[in-house]
């Protein structure tokens, strides 16, 4: 760019661009080269395809056994979480199912 370009691209804050015709060739050349580059690596970029996952298998559930239950019974008593009453009623419908 000559001095008188740049001169007077300066006085106008770079508001107009006093660009040859050959610069404002290059540089679309430059652009366009750019654009087609981002465009064929676009098309060529294919995401990934997984495999759906299978369900896991669940079987019936195994009953828990009158101990284990009372095991966790006497453990929920313990930790506050029900009341004695609660322990009891429970306790006496564990026991009846034996």
Known sequence: MGLTRKFL??????????????????RNTKKLAKQGK???AAQQY???VYAPQAAPQRGTPT????QVRLDRLERLRQAGTITQAEYEQQRAQIIREL
């Open 38 to 40: 981002q465009a064929r």
């Open 63 to 66: 009953p828990e056994t009158p």
């Open 9 to 26: 691209s300066f006085t106008t804050l770079g508001v107009i661009k006093y660009r040859t015709s050959n610069q404002k060739t290059a």
């Open 46 to 48: 294919q995401p990934p």
